[in-house]
Protein backbone atom coordinates (compact mmCIF):
# COMPACT_ATOMS: atom_id res chain seq x y z
CA UNK A 1 0.00 0.00 0.00
CA UNK A 2 2.56 2.57 1.39
CA UNK A 3 4.61 1.22 -1.89
CA UNK A 4 1.74 1.72 -3.98
CA UNK A 5 1.37 5.35 -2.52
CA UNK A 6 5.39 6.30 -2.99
CA UNK A 7 4.61 5.30 -6.53
CA UNK A 8 2.07 7.36 -7.39
CA UNK A 9 3.57 10.10 -5.48
CA UNK A 10 6.95 9.64 -7.40
CA UNK A 11 4.84 10.11 -10.83
CA UNK A 12 3.12 13.14 -10.26
CA UNK A 13 5.98 14.39 -9.04
CA UNK A 14 7.65 13.64 -12.04
CA UNK A 15 4.71 14.65 -14.19
CA UNK A 16 4.60 17.77 -12.66
CA UNK A 17 8.64 18.44 -13.72
CA UNK A 18 8.20 17.38 -16.86
CA UNK A 19 5.13 19.66 -16.96
CA UNK A 20 7.26 22.76 -15.93
CA UNK A 21 10.19 21.97 -18.13
CA UNK A 22 7.95 21.76 -21.02
CA UNK A 23 6.19 25.44 -19.75
CA UNK A 24 10.11 26.57 -19.40
CA UNK A 25 11.42 25.32 -22.71
CA UNK A 26 8.64 27.10 -24.38
CA UNK A 27 9.00 29.91 -22.32
CA UNK A 28 12.87 30.21 -23.58
CA UNK A 29 12.97 28.56 -26.88
CA UNK A 30 10.34 28.89 -28.65
CA UNK A 31 11.28 32.40 -30.19
CA UNK A 32 8.92 31.64 -33.69
CA UNK A 33 10.15 35.02 -35.37
CA UNK A 34 7.84 36.62 -37.41
CA UNK A 35 5.45 34.75 -39.56
CA UNK A 36 3.08 35.72 -41.83
CA UNK A 37 -0.40 35.05 -42.62
CA UNK A 38 -2.23 34.76 -45.58
CA UNK A 39 -6.07 34.88 -45.45
CA UNK A 40 -8.50 33.39 -48.10
CA UNK A 41 -5.84 33.42 -50.88
CA UNK A 42 -4.33 36.92 -50.08
CA UNK A 43 -7.06 39.27 -49.64
CA UNK A 44 -5.37 40.06 -46.29
CA UNK A 45 -1.91 39.68 -45.45
CA UNK A 46 -0.30 40.17 -41.77
CA UNK A 47 2.77 39.66 -40.54
CA UNK A 48 2.68 38.73 -36.40
CA UNK A 49 5.26 37.59 -33.99
CA UNK A 50 5.02 33.72 -33.94
CA UNK A 51 4.36 31.82 -30.95
CA UNK A 52 0.41 32.46 -30.01
CA UNK A 53 -2.44 31.19 -30.77
CA UNK A 54 -3.74 31.63 -33.91
CA UNK A 55 -7.24 32.60 -32.53
CA UNK A 56 -5.92 35.18 -30.23
CA UNK A 57 -2.89 36.08 -33.20
CA UNK A 58 -6.18 37.18 -35.40
CA UNK A 59 -7.83 38.77 -32.51
CA UNK A 60 -4.78 41.18 -31.84
CA UNK A 61 -4.83 42.10 -35.62
CA UNK A 62 -8.37 42.74 -34.98
CA UNK A 63 -9.93 39.94 -36.88
CA UNK A 64 -12.59 38.45 -34.89
CA UNK A 65 -13.51 34.51 -35.00
CA UNK A 66 -16.33 33.22 -32.77
CA UNK A 67 -15.62 31.53 -29.48
CA UNK A 68 -17.59 31.14 -26.34
CA UNK A 69 -14.81 29.47 -24.49
CA UNK A 70 -12.58 31.86 -24.06
CA UNK A 71 -9.99 29.64 -26.01
CA UNK A 72 -10.20 26.83 -23.86
CA UNK A 73 -11.11 24.42 -26.79
CA UNK A 74 -14.58 23.32 -25.12
CA UNK A 75 -16.51 25.05 -27.28
CA UNK A 76 -15.99 23.87 -30.94
CA UNK A 77 -17.23 27.57 -32.41
CA UNK A 78 -13.47 28.95 -33.28
CA UNK A 79 -13.26 26.75 -36.64
CA UNK A 80 -11.25 28.48 -39.56
CA UNK A 81 -9.50 26.45 -42.44
CA UNK A 82 -5.56 26.18 -42.06
CA UNK A 83 -4.73 25.58 -45.64
CA UNK A 84 -0.79 25.56 -44.86
CA UNK A 85 1.26 25.02 -42.08
CA UNK A 86 -1.12 24.11 -39.36
CA UNK A 87 0.93 20.87 -38.74
CA UNK A 88 -1.24 17.91 -37.54
CA UNK A 89 -4.88 18.44 -35.65
CA UNK A 90 -4.39 17.97 -32.60
CA UNK A 91 -6.23 15.03 -30.42
CA UNK A 92 -8.08 18.66 -28.60
CA UNK A 93 -9.47 19.23 -31.72
CA UNK A 94 -10.41 15.89 -33.09
CA UNK A 95 -14.05 15.54 -30.63
CA UNK A 96 -15.40 18.83 -32.30
CA UNK A 97 -14.84 17.86 -36.11
CA UNK A 98 -16.28 15.21 -38.57
CA UNK A 99 -14.63 13.36 -41.29
CA UNK A 100 -15.54 16.36 -43.69
CA UNK A 101 -14.46 19.07 -42.14
CA UNK A 102 -10.48 17.07 -41.56
CA UNK A 103 -10.75 16.52 -45.19
CA UNK A 104 -11.35 20.06 -45.69
CA UNK A 105 -8.54 21.66 -43.09
CA UNK A 106 -10.49 22.75 -40.77
CA UNK A 107 -9.17 23.88 -37.67
CA UNK A 108 -9.67 25.16 -33.94
CA UNK A 109 -8.22 28.23 -33.78
CA UNK A 110 -7.66 28.18 -30.51
CA UNK A 111 -5.52 25.10 -30.86
CA UNK A 112 -3.41 26.38 -33.36
CA UNK A 113 -0.06 27.67 -32.54
CA UNK A 114 1.64 30.22 -34.75
CA UNK A 115 4.59 28.72 -35.31
CA UNK A 116 5.41 29.64 -39.29
CA UNK A 117 3.53 31.02 -42.27
CA UNK A 118 -0.03 30.08 -42.64
CA UNK A 119 -2.15 30.34 -45.24
CA UNK A 120 -6.08 30.41 -43.75
CA UNK A 121 -9.62 30.64 -44.93
CA UNK A 122 -12.30 32.08 -42.88
CA UNK A 123 -15.94 33.03 -43.92
CA UNK A 124 -15.82 36.49 -45.53
CA UNK A 125 -18.47 38.00 -42.41
CA UNK A 126 -15.24 37.39 -40.15
CA UNK A 127 -14.52 40.73 -41.64
CA UNK A 128 -17.44 42.81 -40.22
CA UNK A 129 -16.65 41.72 -36.72
CA UNK A 130 -14.66 44.34 -34.87
CA UNK A 131 -14.73 45.32 -31.75
CA UNK A 132 -15.77 48.07 -30.33
CA UNK A 133 -15.04 50.72 -27.36
CA UNK A 134 -18.93 52.17 -26.29
CA UNK A 135 -20.16 53.99 -23.32
CA UNK A 136 -23.65 52.77 -21.01
CA UNK A 137 -25.87 55.39 -21.35
CA UNK A 138 -28.86 54.07 -20.20
CA UNK A 139 -29.64 51.38 -17.80
CA UNK A 140 -33.67 50.64 -17.43
CA UNK A 141 -35.30 48.02 -15.61
CA UNK A 142 -37.88 46.47 -17.72
CA UNK A 143 -38.77 43.31 -15.43
CA UNK A 144 -37.55 42.83 -11.88
CA UNK A 145 -35.30 40.45 -13.31
CA UNK A 146 -34.72 41.48 -16.83
CA UNK A 147 -32.36 45.13 -18.08
CA UNK A 148 -31.86 47.08 -20.63
CA UNK A 149 -28.71 48.02 -21.15
CA UNK A 150 -27.89 51.09 -24.29
CA UNK A 151 -24.68 51.38 -25.43
CA UNK A 152 -23.40 54.58 -27.40
CA UNK A 153 -20.40 53.20 -29.70
CA UNK A 154 -17.37 55.34 -29.42
CA UNK A 155 -14.26 53.68 -31.60
CA UNK A 156 -15.52 52.78 -33.57
CA UNK A 157 -19.08 54.89 -33.77
CA UNK A 158 -20.86 52.52 -36.00
CA UNK A 159 -21.83 49.22 -36.34
CA UNK A 160 -22.84 47.09 -39.40
CA UNK A 161 -25.15 44.62 -38.32
CA UNK A 162 -28.38 41.97 -39.42
CA UNK A 163 -31.31 42.55 -37.55
CA UNK A 164 -31.58 39.27 -35.10
CA UNK A 165 -27.31 38.88 -34.77
CA UNK A 166 -25.53 39.36 -31.87
CA UNK A 167 -22.78 40.82 -30.18
CA UNK A 168 -19.82 39.56 -27.42
CA UNK A 169 -20.05 42.06 -24.44
CA UNK A 170 -16.83 42.09 -22.48
CA UNK A 171 -17.51 41.83 -19.01
CA UNK A 172 -14.29 43.15 -16.89
CA UNK A 173 -12.66 41.78 -14.06
CA UNK A 174 -14.29 42.15 -10.50
CA UNK A 175 -13.92 40.64 -6.99
CA UNK A 176 -15.10 37.08 -7.77
CA UNK A 177 -14.33 36.94 -11.74
CA UNK A 178 -10.01 37.76 -12.02
CA UNK A 179 -10.06 38.23 -15.48
CA UNK A 180 -11.94 39.81 -18.47
CA UNK A 181 -15.27 37.18 -19.56
CA UNK A 182 -17.19 38.16 -23.00
CA UNK A 183 -21.16 36.80 -23.07
CA UNK A 184 -23.22 36.73 -26.07
CA UNK A 185 -26.06 39.40 -26.19
CA UNK A 186 -28.51 39.46 -28.77
CA UNK A 187 -29.27 43.34 -30.12
CA UNK A 188 -32.63 44.75 -29.61
CA UNK A 189 -32.22 48.15 -30.95
CA UNK A 190 -33.18 49.01 -35.23
CA UNK A 191 -30.05 48.20 -37.14
CA UNK A 192 -30.91 51.59 -38.75
CA UNK A 193 -29.75 53.25 -35.24
CA UNK A 194 -25.86 52.65 -36.40
CA UNK A 195 -24.42 54.28 -33.56
CA UNK A 196 -25.96 52.89 -30.66
CA UNK A 197 -27.51 49.33 -29.36
CA UNK A 198 -29.33 48.05 -26.75
CA UNK A 199 -29.21 44.44 -25.15
CA UNK A 200 -32.12 43.09 -22.95
CA UNK A 201 -30.21 40.98 -20.04
CA UNK A 202 -32.04 38.30 -17.99
CA UNK A 203 -30.55 37.70 -14.41
CA UNK A 204 -29.17 34.44 -13.69
CA UNK A 205 -28.73 32.33 -10.67
CA UNK A 206 -24.66 32.76 -9.66
CA UNK A 207 -24.10 33.99 -13.37
CA UNK A 208 -20.81 35.73 -13.62
CA UNK A 209 -21.89 38.45 -15.88
CA UNK A 210 -25.23 39.07 -15.39
CA UNK A 211 -24.45 39.74 -11.73
CA UNK A 212 -21.93 42.08 -12.44
CA UNK A 213 -24.09 44.14 -15.52
CA UNK A 214 -27.34 43.68 -12.98
CA UNK A 215 -25.39 44.65 -9.80
CA UNK A 216 -21.99 47.08 -10.32
CA UNK A 217 -22.56 48.18 -14.23
CA UNK A 218 -23.86 51.87 -14.13
CA UNK A 219 -24.32 54.23 -16.83
CA UNK A 220 -20.92 56.06 -17.96
CA UNK A 221 -19.35 52.98 -17.67
CA UNK A 222 -17.13 52.58 -20.58
CA UNK A 223 -17.08 48.68 -21.89
CA UNK A 224 -15.95 46.65 -25.15
CA UNK A 225 -18.06 44.70 -26.95
CA UNK A 226 -17.49 42.77 -30.28
CA UNK A 227 -19.63 41.46 -33.60
CA UNK A 228 -21.59 40.90 -34.91
CA UNK A 229 -22.15 37.55 -35.40
CA UNK A 230 -24.82 34.70 -35.95
CA UNK A 231 -27.19 33.43 -38.85
CA UNK A 232 -30.51 34.45 -37.29
CA UNK A 233 -31.59 36.86 -39.02
CA UNK A 234 -34.89 37.51 -41.66
CA UNK A 235 -35.06 35.44 -44.37
CA UNK A 236 -36.26 37.34 -47.99
CA UNK A 237 -39.41 35.70 -48.84
CA UNK A 238 -43.50 35.96 -48.70
CA UNK A 239 -44.19 33.20 -46.40
CA UNK A 240 -46.62 34.06 -43.29
CA UNK A 241 -43.88 34.40 -40.11
CA UNK A 242 -44.65 33.05 -36.74
CA UNK A 243 -42.19 34.43 -34.39
CA UNK A 244 -42.42 33.05 -31.02
CA UNK A 245 -40.49 34.56 -27.54
CA UNK A 246 -39.75 33.87 -24.03
CA UNK A 247 -38.11 36.47 -21.68
CA UNK A 248 -35.15 38.73 -22.68
CA UNK A 249 -35.56 36.16 -25.90
CA UNK A 250 -37.81 39.27 -27.29
CA UNK A 251 -34.52 41.39 -27.77
CA UNK A 252 -33.41 40.31 -31.71
CA UNK A 253 -37.35 39.97 -32.25
CA UNK A 254 -38.00 43.41 -31.53
CA UNK A 255 -34.70 44.18 -34.30
CA UNK A 256 -36.20 41.99 -36.84
CA UNK A 257 -39.80 43.86 -36.12
CA UNK A 258 -38.16 46.92 -36.62
CA UNK A 259 -36.59 45.85 -39.90
CA UNK A 260 -39.96 45.11 -41.11
CA UNK A 261 -41.31 48.29 -40.09
CA UNK A 262 -38.52 50.70 -41.83
CA UNK A 263 -38.25 48.53 -44.90
CA UNK A 264 -42.03 48.08 -44.94
CA UNK A 265 -42.16 44.04 -45.31
CA UNK A 266 -45.78 43.49 -44.87
CA UNK A 267 -45.74 39.69 -44.06
CA UNK A 268 -48.25 38.32 -42.26
CA UNK A 269 -46.90 37.92 -38.71
CA UNK A 270 -47.61 36.93 -35.80
CA UNK A 271 -45.36 37.24 -32.31
CA UNK A 272 -46.16 34.52 -29.37
CA UNK A 273 -44.77 36.78 -26.22
CA UNK A 274 -44.23 33.74 -23.46
CA UNK A 275 -43.71 35.09 -19.94
CA UNK A 276 -44.87 33.83 -16.51
CA UNK A 277 -47.31 36.93 -15.08
CA UNK A 278 -48.32 40.45 -16.21
CA UNK A 279 -45.36 41.88 -14.52
CA UNK A 280 -42.82 40.32 -16.37
CA UNK A 281 -43.94 41.49 -19.84
CA UNK A 282 -42.21 44.59 -21.61
CA UNK A 283 -41.77 46.28 -24.85
CA UNK A 284 -45.56 46.43 -24.81
CA UNK A 285 -45.72 50.12 -25.82
CA UNK A 286 -42.89 49.78 -28.31
CA UNK A 287 -44.83 46.47 -29.52
CA UNK A 288 -48.03 48.44 -30.01
CA UNK A 289 -46.27 50.93 -32.13
CA UNK A 290 -44.62 48.51 -34.04
CA UNK A 291 -48.17 47.05 -34.84
CA UNK A 292 -49.26 50.39 -36.11
CA UNK A 293 -46.33 50.67 -38.73
CA UNK A 294 -46.59 46.74 -39.89
CA UNK A 295 -50.14 46.29 -40.56
CA UNK A 296 -49.55 42.22 -41.09
CA UNK A 297 -48.57 42.04 -37.75
CA UNK A 298 -50.48 40.04 -34.73
CA UNK A 299 -49.42 40.20 -31.56
CA UNK A 300 -50.42 37.57 -28.76
CA UNK A 301 -48.89 37.94 -25.42
CA UNK A 302 -49.11 34.45 -23.23
CA UNK A 303 -48.95 34.40 -18.93
CA UNK A 304 -48.12 30.84 -17.63
CA UNK A 305 -48.92 31.61 -14.33
CA UNK A 306 -50.88 35.13 -14.28
CA UNK A 307 -50.88 36.76 -10.47
CA UNK A 308 -54.81 37.38 -9.61
CA UNK A 309 -54.41 40.75 -9.59
CA UNK A 310 -53.62 40.57 -13.25
CA UNK A 311 -56.82 40.10 -14.08
CA UNK A 312 -55.72 38.46 -17.34
CA UNK A 313 -58.40 37.84 -20.28
CA UNK A 314 -55.19 36.65 -22.59
CA UNK A 315 -53.81 33.72 -23.64
CA UNK A 316 -52.94 31.44 -20.69
CA UNK A 317 -50.25 28.55 -20.33
CA UNK A 318 -46.91 27.69 -22.28
CA UNK A 319 -46.48 30.11 -24.83
CA UNK A 320 -45.77 26.56 -27.10
CA UNK A 321 -49.59 25.40 -26.38
CA UNK A 322 -51.14 29.16 -27.42
CA UNK A 323 -48.88 28.38 -30.38
CA UNK A 324 -50.34 24.62 -30.98
CA UNK A 325 -54.30 26.22 -30.05
CA UNK A 326 -53.80 28.72 -33.07
CA UNK A 327 -52.32 27.35 -35.98
CA UNK A 328 -53.36 24.35 -37.79
CA UNK A 329 -51.26 24.03 -40.64
CA UNK A 330 -47.65 25.77 -40.42
CA UNK A 331 -46.49 23.87 -43.66
CA UNK A 332 -46.15 27.80 -45.26
CA UNK A 333 -44.91 29.20 -42.65
CA UNK A 334 -41.18 30.69 -41.79
CA UNK A 335 -40.50 30.62 -38.26
CA UNK A 336 -38.45 32.48 -35.80
CA UNK A 337 -37.58 31.22 -32.32
CA UNK A 338 -35.74 33.19 -29.25
CA UNK A 339 -35.42 32.37 -25.48
CA UNK A 340 -35.58 29.46 -22.79
CA UNK A 341 -34.00 26.79 -24.58
CA UNK A 342 -36.79 24.52 -23.21
CA UNK A 343 -38.89 26.59 -25.14
CA UNK A 344 -37.22 26.33 -27.75
CA UNK A 345 -37.23 22.30 -28.14
CA UNK A 346 -40.88 22.25 -27.42
CA UNK A 347 -41.88 25.12 -30.21
CA UNK A 348 -39.97 22.97 -33.17
CA UNK A 349 -41.68 19.79 -32.03
CA UNK A 350 -45.19 21.76 -31.87
CA UNK A 351 -44.00 23.23 -35.20
CA UNK A 352 -42.96 20.22 -37.30
CA UNK A 353 -46.15 18.19 -36.04
CA UNK A 354 -48.58 21.37 -37.71
CA UNK A 355 -45.93 20.26 -41.37
CA UNK A 356 -43.46 23.09 -40.84
CA UNK A 357 -40.00 21.71 -42.50
CA UNK A 358 -37.23 22.19 -39.98
CA UNK A 359 -35.14 23.90 -42.51
CA UNK A 360 -37.43 27.01 -41.98
CA UNK A 361 -36.85 27.09 -38.64
CA UNK A 362 -34.34 29.66 -37.44
CA UNK A 363 -32.88 30.41 -33.86
CA UNK A 364 -29.22 30.35 -32.34
CA UNK A 365 -28.07 26.80 -32.38
CA UNK A 366 -25.58 27.57 -30.12
CA UNK A 367 -27.68 29.09 -27.69
CA UNK B 1 -17.56 8.81 -16.88
CA UNK B 2 -15.52 9.12 -13.91
CA UNK B 3 -12.79 7.20 -12.75
CA UNK B 4 -13.13 6.48 -8.62
CA UNK B 5 -11.21 7.05 -6.04
CA UNK B 6 -9.42 10.32 -7.66
CA UNK B 7 -5.72 10.86 -6.71
CA UNK B 8 -3.94 14.02 -5.67
CA UNK B 9 -2.16 15.23 -9.14
CA UNK B 10 -0.38 17.79 -10.75
CA UNK B 11 -3.63 17.75 -12.92
CA UNK B 12 -5.32 17.68 -9.92
CA UNK B 13 -3.86 21.01 -8.32
CA UNK B 14 -4.56 22.66 -11.89
CA UNK B 15 -8.11 22.08 -11.44
CA UNK B 16 -7.98 23.08 -7.95
CA UNK B 17 -6.74 26.06 -8.37
CA UNK B 18 -9.00 26.62 -10.99
CA UNK B 19 -12.14 26.32 -8.88
CA UNK B 20 -10.80 28.40 -5.95
CA UNK B 21 -9.07 31.40 -7.73
CA UNK B 22 -11.14 31.36 -10.74
CA UNK B 23 -14.64 32.48 -11.34
CA UNK B 24 -15.36 32.60 -7.56
CA UNK B 25 -18.59 33.94 -8.37
CA UNK B 26 -19.78 30.31 -9.06
CA UNK B 27 -18.09 29.28 -5.91
CA UNK B 28 -17.42 25.86 -6.40
CA UNK B 29 -15.14 25.25 -3.24
CA UNK B 30 -16.69 28.35 -0.89
CA UNK B 31 -16.22 28.99 2.33
CA UNK B 32 -14.32 25.29 2.08
CA UNK B 33 -10.54 25.72 3.78
CA UNK B 34 -10.30 21.87 2.90
CA UNK B 35 -8.21 20.25 -0.33
CA UNK B 36 -9.92 19.39 -3.02
CA UNK B 37 -8.76 15.78 -2.91
CA UNK B 38 -10.09 15.58 0.73
CA UNK B 39 -13.31 16.64 -0.23
CA UNK B 40 -13.19 14.43 -3.03
CA UNK B 41 -12.35 11.92 -0.95
CA UNK B 42 -15.20 12.43 1.73
CA UNK B 43 -17.47 12.42 -0.32
CA UNK B 44 -16.46 9.30 -2.15
CA UNK B 45 -16.76 7.65 1.44
CA UNK B 46 -19.83 9.05 2.21
CA UNK B 47 -21.23 7.55 -1.23
CA UNK B 48 -19.85 4.53 -0.89
CA UNK B 49 -21.26 3.59 2.80
CA UNK B 50 -24.51 4.13 1.06
CA UNK B 51 -23.95 1.59 -1.01
CA UNK B 52 -24.01 3.57 -4.11
CA UNK B 53 -22.12 4.86 -6.95
CA UNK B 54 -21.63 8.77 -7.89
CA UNK B 55 -23.45 7.47 -11.50
CA UNK B 56 -26.65 6.31 -9.70
CA UNK B 57 -26.88 9.56 -8.10
CA UNK B 58 -26.29 11.85 -11.16
CA UNK B 59 -29.05 9.35 -13.07
CA UNK B 60 -31.26 10.51 -10.20
CA UNK B 61 -30.79 13.94 -10.62
CA UNK B 62 -30.73 13.99 -14.22
CA UNK B 63 -34.19 12.01 -14.30
CA UNK B 64 -35.92 14.87 -11.96
CA UNK B 65 -33.70 17.51 -14.25
CA UNK B 66 -35.86 15.50 -17.12
CA UNK B 67 -39.32 15.71 -15.26
CA UNK B 68 -39.10 19.28 -14.44
CA UNK B 69 -38.03 20.16 -18.08
CA UNK B 70 -41.26 19.10 -18.93
CA UNK B 71 -43.03 22.34 -16.75
CA UNK B 72 -40.66 25.00 -19.01
CA UNK B 73 -40.06 26.93 -16.46
CA UNK B 74 -43.13 26.15 -14.13
CA UNK B 75 -43.27 23.81 -10.91
CA UNK B 76 -43.85 20.31 -11.93
CA UNK B 77 -44.98 17.69 -9.30
CA UNK B 78 -42.93 14.49 -9.74
CA UNK B 79 -43.86 11.06 -8.09
CA UNK B 80 -46.56 12.84 -5.80
CA UNK B 81 -43.52 13.68 -3.77
CA UNK B 82 -41.51 16.26 -5.05
CA UNK B 83 -41.87 19.31 -6.82
CA UNK B 84 -39.20 20.07 -9.28
CA UNK B 85 -38.68 23.32 -11.18
CA UNK B 86 -36.21 24.51 -13.84
CA UNK B 87 -34.70 27.84 -15.18
CA UNK B 88 -32.78 27.49 -18.11
CA UNK B 89 -30.80 30.08 -19.68
CA UNK B 90 -29.18 30.61 -22.51
CA UNK B 91 -25.60 29.76 -23.19
CA UNK B 92 -23.39 26.99 -21.84
CA UNK B 93 -20.48 26.85 -19.78
CA UNK B 94 -17.26 24.36 -19.70
CA UNK B 95 -16.38 22.20 -16.83
CA UNK B 96 -13.22 23.95 -14.78
CA UNK B 97 -11.72 20.36 -14.92
CA UNK B 98 -11.05 21.86 -18.64
CA UNK B 99 -12.33 18.66 -21.15
CA UNK B 100 -14.13 19.31 -23.76
CA UNK B 101 -17.88 19.67 -23.44
CA UNK B 102 -20.16 22.70 -22.40
CA UNK B 103 -23.01 22.27 -20.00
CA UNK B 104 -26.42 24.08 -20.27
CA UNK B 105 -26.62 26.95 -17.75
CA UNK B 106 -29.65 25.91 -15.80
CA UNK B 107 -31.02 25.90 -12.15
CA UNK B 108 -33.38 23.26 -10.41
CA UNK B 109 -34.71 23.78 -7.30
CA UNK B 110 -36.86 20.84 -5.53
CA UNK B 111 -38.77 20.55 -3.01
CA UNK B 112 -40.06 17.23 -0.71
CA UNK B 113 -43.43 17.61 -0.42
CA UNK B 114 -43.52 15.75 3.10
CA UNK B 115 -40.46 17.53 4.81
CA UNK B 116 -40.26 20.51 2.86
CA UNK B 117 -36.93 19.71 2.85
CA UNK B 118 -34.78 21.54 -0.57
CA UNK B 119 -32.21 20.84 -2.91
CA UNK B 120 -30.91 23.03 -5.85
CA UNK B 121 -27.98 21.77 -8.82
CA UNK B 122 -27.36 22.23 -12.40
CA UNK B 123 -26.49 20.48 -15.49
CA UNK B 124 -23.20 21.19 -14.71
CA UNK B 125 -23.39 19.65 -10.88
CA UNK B 126 -25.13 16.59 -12.47
CA UNK B 127 -21.54 16.40 -14.20
CA UNK B 128 -19.63 16.81 -11.45
CA UNK B 129 -21.24 14.03 -9.48
CA UNK B 130 -20.55 11.65 -12.11
CA UNK B 131 -17.66 12.68 -13.93
CA UNK B 132 -15.69 13.90 -11.04
CA UNK B 133 -17.07 12.47 -8.05
CA UNK B 134 -17.44 16.49 -7.02
CA UNK B 135 -20.24 17.38 -5.09
CA UNK B 136 -18.82 21.27 -4.27
CA UNK B 137 -17.03 22.99 -1.17
CA UNK B 138 -19.25 22.88 1.96
CA UNK B 139 -20.70 26.66 1.76
CA UNK B 140 -21.00 26.57 -1.96
CA UNK B 141 -24.36 27.48 -3.45
CA UNK B 142 -24.76 24.26 -4.71
CA UNK B 143 -23.16 22.19 -2.72
CA UNK B 144 -25.39 18.56 -2.88
CA UNK B 145 -23.89 16.90 0.38
CA UNK B 146 -24.53 13.07 -0.71
CA UNK B 147 -25.99 12.21 2.68
CA UNK B 148 -28.38 14.80 2.67
CA UNK B 149 -28.90 13.70 -1.15
CA UNK B 150 -29.08 10.52 -0.56
CA UNK B 151 -31.86 10.88 2.65
CA UNK B 152 -33.91 13.39 0.45
CA UNK B 153 -33.98 11.58 -2.61
CA UNK B 154 -34.30 8.49 -0.88
CA UNK B 155 -32.00 6.59 -3.08
CA UNK B 156 -31.27 2.58 -1.97
CA UNK B 157 -27.93 1.16 -2.27
CA UNK B 158 -27.65 -0.05 -5.37
CA UNK B 159 -26.06 -3.26 -5.91
CA UNK B 160 -26.78 -3.38 -9.95
CA UNK B 161 -24.01 -0.70 -10.72
CA UNK B 162 -21.48 -1.52 -13.13
CA UNK B 163 -18.14 -1.60 -10.84
CA UNK B 164 -15.68 1.04 -11.89
CA UNK B 165 -11.94 -0.43 -12.67
CA UNK B 166 -9.34 1.15 -11.00
CA UNK B 167 -6.88 3.68 -12.52
C1 LIG C 1 -26.29 33.52 -29.26
C2 LIG C 1 -26.67 33.90 -27.86
C3 LIG C 1 -27.42 35.04 -27.63
C4 LIG C 1 -27.78 35.40 -26.33
N1 LIG C 1 -28.54 36.52 -26.12
C5 LIG C 1 -28.93 36.85 -24.88
C6 LIG C 1 -29.76 37.98 -24.63
O1 LIG C 1 -30.11 38.73 -25.55
N2 LIG C 1 -30.13 38.25 -23.37
C7 LIG C 1 -29.73 37.46 -22.31
O2 LIG C 1 -30.10 37.77 -21.18
N3 LIG C 1 -28.93 36.39 -22.51
C8 LIG C 1 -28.52 36.07 -23.75
N4 LIG C 1 -27.70 34.98 -23.94
C9 LIG C 1 -27.15 34.27 -22.77
C10 LIG C 1 -25.84 34.95 -22.30
O3 LIG C 1 -24.86 34.86 -23.29
C11 LIG C 1 -25.26 34.33 -21.02
O4 LIG C 1 -25.08 32.94 -21.22
C12 LIG C 1 -26.15 34.55 -19.82
O5 LIG C 1 -26.35 35.95 -19.65
C13 LIG C 1 -25.54 33.99 -18.55
O6 LIG C 1 -24.24 34.47 -18.40
P1 LIG C 1 -23.57 34.62 -16.96
O7 LIG C 1 -22.14 34.93 -17.16
O8 LIG C 1 -24.36 35.52 -16.09
O9 LIG C 1 -23.72 33.15 -16.38
P2 LIG C 1 -22.49 32.05 -16.17
O10 LIG C 1 -21.70 32.54 -15.02
O11 LIG C 1 -21.80 31.88 -17.45
O12 LIG C 1 -23.30 30.80 -15.83
C14 LIG C 1 -24.18 30.73 -14.72
C15 LIG C 1 -24.63 29.30 -14.64
O13 LIG C 1 -23.51 28.46 -14.33
C16 LIG C 1 -23.94 27.37 -13.57
N5 LIG C 1 -23.23 27.42 -12.27
C17 LIG C 1 -22.75 28.52 -11.63
N6 LIG C 1 -22.16 28.17 -10.46
C18 LIG C 1 -22.27 26.83 -10.38
C19 LIG C 1 -21.87 25.88 -9.42
N7 LIG C 1 -21.22 26.22 -8.29
N8 LIG C 1 -22.15 24.58 -9.64
C20 LIG C 1 -22.82 24.18 -10.76
N9 LIG C 1 -23.24 25.04 -11.71
C21 LIG C 1 -22.96 26.34 -11.52
C22 LIG C 1 -25.42 27.52 -13.36
O14 LIG C 1 -26.09 26.78 -14.35
C23 LIG C 1 -25.63 29.00 -13.53
O15 LIG C 1 -26.95 29.30 -13.92
C24 LIG C 1 -27.36 34.61 -25.23
C25 LIG C 1 -26.57 33.47 -25.46
C26 LIG C 1 -26.24 33.11 -26.75
C27 LIG C 1 -25.39 31.88 -26.96
S1 LIG D 1 -12.59 29.10 -28.65
FE1 LIG D 1 -13.84 27.54 -27.87
S2 LIG D 1 -12.98 25.80 -28.83
FE2 LIG D 1 -11.74 27.36 -29.52
ZN1 LIG E 1 -15.80 17.91 -16.12
Redesign the pocket.
Known sequence: MVQLALGLLAISTLAALLALLLEAAHAVLADYGECRISINEGQKELTVQGGGKLLGTLMDQGIFIPS?CGGRGSCGLCKVKVLEGGGPILPTETPYMDEKEIAEQVRLSCQVRVRNDLAIHIPEEFFLIKEYAAVVVGLRPLTPN?KEVHLKLVDPPEITFKPGQ?IQFQ?PAYPGCPEP?Y????I?SPAGLKNEIK????R????????YIHTMLKEGDPVRVNGP??DFYLRHSEREMVLIATG??L??LMSILHQMADEKINRRATLYFGVRCKADLFYQEEIQALAERIPGLSYIPVLSAPAPEDAWEGETGYVTDAVARQIEDASNMEAYLCGNPLMINAAVEILVSKGLPEDRIFY?K?? | MGRFPVYQSPDLDEVEQRLRSG?Q????LEGDPRALIQILTEDEKAVKEAGLFHDAIARRLRRLTDAAKKGLGDPVVVEERFRVRI?A???K?PCPWGHPGL?????VELERLDTGERLQ?????IH?IEAHGFY?GAQ???RLDPKKVIGILGLQPEASSPPIPPP
Do not use: C, M, N
Not at chain 1, 183 to 186: L, V
Not at chain 2, 103 to 107: A, Q, S, V
Not at chain 2, 121 to 125: F, K, R
Open positions: AIFVIRAYSALVITVERGLATTYGSGAPDFA | LYHGYEARGLYPKTHWTDLSFQSPY
